[in-house]
C-alpha cells in the first residue's frame, strides 16, 4: 500500500482529472446552483408523489428534506440521480438541470450521470468482497489510470475509516460493523468523484455514536462535495445541513436556511411538523 | 414532539405568567408604599423578595431541562428561550422594587416635596408599562409588544425631570442629602423597571415573529 502524502482534502481535486471530463468543465463557485430542479411531477401510474417541486441545491452545502412518510422526499431525491428509472409506471414531468445540463433530455446517459452523483442508502450495502475491492471497483470498470492503492486510501481517509481499516483491506466488507459499512459505501461513492453525494436517511441503522461519526463525516465532505440528505431525524437535519427543505403529501412547503426553519418556519405546516403537532 | 411536552410547556408558560403576576403585585405594593408613606407596607414588600428568587431559579431549571431532554424547535423553541428571558427580567424588576420598598422607608422620614408629583406620575407610568407587558407576555400579543416598545420615552422624560428637580432643590434648599439620594435611587429604580418591562415586550416580538429588535430602533 502506498501511504500519500496529499492531505485528506485534496481528493477531489487530485484524482479528478484522472478519472474523466466533468459534464460541466469550469467548477462554480460556493453556493452557487449545481442542481436545479424545476417544476417537477414524479408520478407512480395515477398517483403524484412529488407534485411540482421546485428546488435549487447549492454547491459545497448539504441540503436537508424532510417530511413524513410518504410525503415523496425520497421519491425527489433518487430523481436526482435518475434511480427512479428503476421503477415500473414511473413518470416524471418538468426538468432537473445538473450544472447546466438537463438530466431528463433524451441525449443524457443515466450511467454517466450516476458517476457525478453518488448515492448512499439507509441500509450499509457493501459488495460481498474485500474492502479494497469495494473502494476500487467503481473506478475500476470505469477506467480510472491512477494509483489504485492512493485512490483507495484517500477515499477511506477521507469517509473516515481509514485508520481502522488499513491493516484489513483483504478482509471480507461484510464482517465490519454496520457504521464502518456505511462509511465503507461512502468511500465507495467518493472513489468516483462524485460532485453530488444523495443520502437516503444514512443513518436509520446505525447507533448513536455511528450516526455522530456519519454526521461528522458530511460536515466534512462538504468541503468538497455537495450533499442531499433525507432524514426521518430532524435533529439530525438541524445539525448537518445547510439548508433544509419540508415536503408534505408530494408538494415542498417551505426551504430555508436550517437555522431559520428551525426557529421559526414560515408556514404553519412546517411548524406544525418540525415540533410534533403532526407526522 | 409528545403530547407530554405539550403539557409540560403549557405548565411551564402557566408558571412564569404567574411569577410575573406575582412581579406585578409587588411593584405595585412598592409604589403604594412609597406614595402612601407606609413603611409596614413597605416592610412586608421586602419580605416577598425570597420567593421571587427561588421561583426564578425553579423556572431556569424547568427550562433547561426541558431544552436537554426535548430539543425543541420552532414555536416551542422560541417561547423556551422567551421563558428564560422574561424570567430573568423578572427577577431584576423584583429587585428594583424591593430597592423602591427599601427606599420608601427612609423617604416617609424625609419626604422631598417637589418631586412628589412627577415619582407618582413615574410609579403610575412604569406600572402600566408593566401590566402592558405582562398581558402582551400572556396574550403573546406582538401589536401591544411593538405598541409598548415605541412608547418608552415617556419614563426617560419623567426621570429626566425628577433628576433636575433633585438637582435645583439640592442647590436651592436645606434638604437632606439622604432624602434627595433615596429620592434619586427610587427614580432610578423605576427608570430600570420600565427598561425590564420593555425587555419583555421585545421578548414579546421574538416570540411572535423570531426576531431580535433589542438594540434596534
Keep these: 500500500m502506498v501511504i500519500m502524502d496529499q492531505p485528506q482534502g485534496s481528493l477531489a481535486g487530485a484524482a479528478k482529472a484522472e478519472m474523466r471530463p466533468s459534464p460541466v468543465s469550469a467548477p462554480e463557485p460556493a453556493g452557487e446552483t449545481i442542481v436545479r430542479i424545476e ?9 403524484s408523489a412529488v407534485k411540482n417541486v421546485s428546488l435549487d441545491v447549492y454547491r459545497n452545502q448539504a441540503t436537508a428534506l424532510i417530511g413524513p412518510s410518504g410525503c415523496g422526499k425520497s421519491t425527489l431525491l433518487r430523481a436526482i440521480n435518475r434511480m427512479n428509472d428503476f421503477v415500473p409506471n414511473c413518470q416524471v414531468d418538468g426538468r432537473i438541470v445538473v450544472r447546466g445540463r438537463s438530466i431528463y433530455d433524451p441525449g443524457c446517459d443515466p450511467v454517466d450521470l450516476r ?17 479494497y475491492r469495494n473502494v476500487s471497483w467503481g473506478a475500476k470498470i470505469n477506467g480510472y489510470r491512477g494509483d489504485m492503492d492512493a485512490l483507495v486510501e484517500q477515499c477511506l481517509r477521507r469517509a473516515g475509516l481509514w485508520e481502522e481499516v488499513k491493516d484489513k483491506l483483504k478482509q471480507v466488507a461484510l464482517n465490519l460493523s454496520g457504521g464502518q459499512q456505511q462509511r465503507l459505501c461512502i468511500a465507495r461513492a467518493l472513489a468516483l468523484q462524485p460532485d453530488v453525494l444523495l443520502m437516503d436517511e444514512p443513518c436509520s441503522a446505525l447507533d448513536p455514536i455511528a450516526t455522530a461519526r456519519i454526521e461528522d463525516l458530511i460536515d466534512q465532505l462538504k468541503t468538497d462535495y455537495t450533499v442531499v440528505l433525507v432524514t426521518h431525524n430532524m435533529q439530525q437535519a438541524a445539525r448537518v445541513s445547510d439548508r433544509t427543505a419540508f415536503l408534505y403529501m408530494g408538494e415542498l412547503i417551505e426551504v430555508e436556511d436550517t437555522h431559520v426553519l428551525f426557529t421559526h418556519p414560515r408556514h404553519p405546516r412546517t411548524q406544525a411538523y418540525i415540533t410534533g403537532r403532526f407526522g | 414532539m409528545t403530547l407530554h411536552f405539550v403539557n409540560l410547556l403549557d405548565d411551564l408558560r402557566r408558571r412564569s405568567l404567574r411569577m410575573a403576576a406575582l412581579v406585578e403585585d409587588i411593584l405595585n405594593e412598592a409604589c403604594e408604599a412609597l406614595l402612601s408613606g407606609d413603611p409596614a407596607l413597605a416592610r412586608r414588600v421586602i419580605l416577598r423578595d425570597e420567593g421571587v428568587d427561588a421561583e426564578e431559579v425553579e423556572v431556569e431549571k424547568e427550562v433547561i431541562r426541558l431544552l436537554a431532554l426535548y430539543q425543541p424547535v420552532g414555536i416551542d423553541l422560541r417561547l423556551l428561550c422567551a421563558i428564560l428571558k422574561v424570567n430573568n427580567d423578572l427577577e431584576r424588576i423584583a429587585d428594583c422594587a424591593i430597592n423602591v420598598a427599601e427606599r420608601a422607608k427612609h423617604l416617609v422620614e424625609h419626604p422631598v416635596h417637589r418631586t412628589n408629583t412627577e415619582l407618582r406620575e413615574l410609579c403610575n407610568v412604569v406600572q402600566q408599562i408593566l401590566r402592558r407587558s405582562v398581558q402582551a407576555y400572556g396574550g403573546e400579543d406582538l401589536e401591544s409588544a411593538q405598541a409598548i416598545r415605541s412608547g418608552d420615552t415617556i419614563v426617560d422624560d419623567l426621570y429626566a425631570r425628577i433628576v433636575q428637580n433633585i438637582a435645583s432643590e439640592g442647590a436651592t434648599g436645606p434638604k437632606s442629602t439622604a432624602a434627595m439620594l433615596d429620592a434619586l435611587s427610587v427614580a432610578k429604580n423605576l427608570e430600570r423597571i420600565a427598561d425590564h418591562a420593555t425587555n419583555i415586550a421585545e421578548d414579546v416580538i421574538f416570540l411572535a415573529t423570531g426576531q431580535i429588535v433589542r438594540h434596534q430602533q
Design chain 1, 39 to 47: 417544476n417537477l411531477t414524479i408520478r407512480y401510474g395515477d398517483f
Design chain 1, 115 to 131: 458517476r457525478h452523483i453518488g448515492m448512499v442508502f439507509q441500509k450499509p450495502n457493501p459488495f460481498p468482497k474485500s474492502i
